[in-house]
């Protein structure tokens, strides 16, 4: 079974703080992503990378940077955090694109007051 | 362009009874659906995923046939337990070069004693 893990699991911070999520994923997979879900909304792309040093944009990207830095880990960035940006954020790894399933992390809760 | 409905945001059946989630899609390409379940507090995980026409796949007890006539990728069980309640959510592979999933928005299924 694919392993992703995430951290922190939990994070609270106030409007106009900088937030780093983190994620590492240990099966050499080459696409990792990071996702927001939300109620109502379901989960919604906001960055993936297909190997270290690569960045593409997701569907919801406004307000986030993301960095590749090796293959294994994946950082999401909040440089301004606003309260819009609370909400529950996974991390995903998988294989390839289109048919490959995708492993995601545990989730991290984040709070912007 | 390419998208999942879920018609049903909240499923409450009796356990033992059947159940059936819909979801439906469109997209230009060759379609490649997936259903994930998420139990409370835990990351999604993929439950099946199919891309062939009027062929039922299975895995563990819940059954999806893609019926690329009606647009249609249903999530089915005989008998619900008390195990299932979960959000599931429907995925579509999209079209084009990059073939990101586009989630569909999660039916939540409560089973009930």
């Known amino acids: 079974e694919a392993a992703v893990t995430q951290s922190p699991r939990n994070k609270v911070t106030v409007t106009g703080g900088n937030v780093t999520l983190s994620c590492r994923q240990t099966?050499?997979?080459?696409?990792m992503y990071w996702y927001r879900q939300d109620t109502g909304h379901g989960l919604r792309l906001i960055h993936y990378?297909?190997?270290?040093?690569?960045?593409q944009i997701g569907d919801v990207p406004d307000g986030y940077k993301a960095t590749r830095t090796t293959q294994e880990d994946f950082f999401l960035l909040l440089e301004l955090a606003s309260p819009s940006q609370t909400s529950l954020y996974f991390c995903?790894?998988?294989?390839?694109?289109?048919?490959?399933?995708?492993?995601f992390g545990s989730g991290t809760r984040l709070t912007v007051l | 362009g390419d998208s999942v409905t879920q018609t049903e945001g909240l499923v409450t059946l009796t356990k033992g009874l059947p159940v059936m989630l819909n979801c439906t899609y469109q997209?230009?390409?060759?379609?490649?659906l997936f259903w994930y379940v998420q139990h409370l507090n835990e990351a999604p995980k993929l439950l099946l995923k199919?891309?062939?026409?009027?062929k039922r796949t299975e895995h563990q007890g819940f059954y999806a046939t893609l019926h690329k006539s009606s647009s249609s990728f249903h999530l089915q069980k005989s008998s619900v337990q008390l195990s299932d309640s979960a959000l599931y959510f429907c995925?579509?592979?999209?079209?084009?070069?990059?073939?990101?999933?586009?989630f569909g928005l999660g039916t939540t299924l409560q089973v009930q004693p």
């Open positions: 995903a790894s998988s294989a390839g694109l289109g048919a490959e399933t995708l492993y």
């Open positions: 099966n050499s997979h080459n696409y």
């Open positions: 990378s297909y190997g270290a040093g690569n960045l």
């Open positions: 997209t230009t390409y060759s379609p490649f």
């Open positions: 199919s891309s062939t026409d009027n």
């Open positions: 995925a579509l592979r999209g079209s084009g070069n990059t073939r990101k999933l586009i």
